[in-house]
């Protein structure tokens, strides 16, 4: 859940670089519910809450993330829940539904009272009865835009969607969603595929991130981006490794904090490979991410601040790792 605060804008000339750009997210829409303790867990016992419903689903938190910078964005999904609908309507997303009957997924998360992930629990099979054939025959609604898709429908449905956005010159974007289903995406070639640190161990096994980015990049033969908490997060980007600094933040519902980090990335990649021709099949290196004094990290600010409240993350840029610290 991403909470919108409009004190914040895209720089103008950054924005205006973008205005032609389209993005579309393929994935999760429905309801999450956000239940807070009010002390710590007690297991087999029956312990009190805080509870709220809010929009969620990976696909449609990254819409949102990239709507808060004014850019033409479209989800497309499962017909949602009304909780959704209204929130898309409201933040000006285009929706597209795909043909396949409403679905009743949802996600409970159980947060503790230090403000940390406590239990998840996801109840998703709906996706999983959506074929590939409900895919529409206008998908990918743009052509040389940007299309992200998250583990939420069949191996058969993503696989056409990457397909489908590969013959519209649209850059690739993956979103690892959770170890339980991130192998849906492990053999689509990515230009782009962001996961954490669980995601990458739950296709390669337990290893580093900074080894994990490199190997699944060398797999994908696009760029990598693990995520890794405290560490903050690897890119692995052609024959180059970056880490960013870990983004110090605290709020009492880090559920979607993953998802925005996912919007942001490709942000700053179309970005930065805005003014070049045929920009979707160009991922930038490493100065690319620092054209007009725009880092990386100075667009994750942008979003962060837009994440649920307490939340913020300080500037900072992409830097090299030489290879012989690599972790193997």
Partial sequence: MVTIVND??????????????????????HTDHI?????????????????????????????????????????????????????LRKLGINRRNLPAPRHDSCYIAVINNEGDLE??????ESYERIDAEFLTADFPFCQNGTVIIDAAFTPDLIAKAAQVAKSSACML??????PAKVNKLAAIKWDLFVLNEAEAAALLGDAQADHLAIKLAGQTGGAVAVTCG????FLAI????????????????????????????????????????????????????KRRGESFAAM???SYRHTPQGMRLKHGSWQTIRQDEYSY
């Fill in 119 to 124: 239990l998840g629990l996801a109840a998703m």
């Fill in 173 to 178: 974007v993956g979103a690892g969603t959770s």
């Fill in 35 to 87: 239940m807070t303790l009010a002390a710590p867990a007690r297991y087999q016992r029956t312990n009190p809450v805080s509870s709220y419903r809010i929009p969620g689903g990976v696909a449609l938190n990254i819409a949102v993330g990239l709507r808060l910078f004014d850019l033409h964005t479209t989800l497309c999904s499962a017909p949602p829940p009304r909780i959704c609908t209204a929130l």
């Fill in 230 to 233: 405290a560490q903050g997060a």
């Fill in 300 to 302: 994750l600010t942008h």
């Fill in 238 to 289: 052609d024959d180059q490794l970056l880490r960013q600094a870990p983004p110090p933040f605290s709020s009492d519902n880090p559920n979607g904090a993953g998802d925005i980090f996912t919007a942001a990335l490709p942000l700053a990649t179309a970005a930065a490979t805005a003014t070049i021709a045929n920009p979707a099949r160009h991922l930038p290196n490493q100065s690319s991410f």
């Fill in 8 to 29: 914040q804008q895209l720089p103008t000339t950054l924005a205006e670089r973008l205005t032609s750009h389209q993005f579309c997210c393929l994935g999760a829409a």
